[in-house]
């Protein structure tokens, strides 16, 4: 499944949609025929996992709507007890965000992206904050100017974004 949804990923950002559209595919098939594991390993695909890859496809094939419907895949299968991980959770936060501003609604973009805004700092991996960084530069766009909602979603990007981790402490102080 892993396999398979990330081969879906890179087709999508190679421009092979097709090709992206039958790794999901794949990997929804194998997902049928075998048990759940954890969740929670780097290896694992547990459903709201493949829904990611799911949006992050349709975000490359600048389908919004398909986007959106891999979001509520996501919410649905935590809902329905999925392992949550915060990360993932974030990029699909961020991900349905870009989704509502290539729809030209803002408000919903806000909506879906600022309760991640509080991913605490050594959360903020460069896979998160890359949906950021992407969602910023379509905010950058002419169509946008002026607006409240742009400026103060292009602050908190920019925020999150600078937010690091403190390093670990060594020594007697620790």
């Not at 996501?74 to 809902?79: K, L, V």
Request: hydrophobic share 50%; glycine share 6%.
């Amino acid at each position: 499944m892993l396999l398979a949804s990330q081969e879906a990923n890179a087709a999508s950002l190679l421009g092979d949609f097709t090709r992206a559209r039958e790794a999901l595919q794949r990997a929804k098939e194998t997902a049928a025929s075998v048990a759940d594991d954890s969740g929670v390993t780097p290896w694992s695909c547990p459903p709201s996992r493949r829904a990611l890859y799911a949006l992050s496809v349709a975000l490359q094939a600048r389908d919004p709507a398909a986007a959106l419907q891999a979001a509520t895949a996501a919410d649905d299968a935590w809902a329905n007890g999925a392992p949550w991980v915060a990360g993932t959770w974030a990029q699909v936060r961020f991900g349905a965000g870009i989704a509502y501003v290539m729809m030209g609604d803002l408000d919903a973009a806000a909506e879906q992206v600022t309760p991640a805004m509080s991913l605490p700092p050594e959360h903020r991996l460069s896979t998160i904050i890359n949906y950021l960084v992407r969602m910023d530069a379509q905010l950058a766009a002419p169509r946008f100017r002026g607006s409240d909602i742009v400026t103060t979603l292009r602050e908190q990007i920019s925020m999150f974004n600078s937010a690091r981790a403190l390093p670990a402490t060594t020594g007697e102080n620790a």
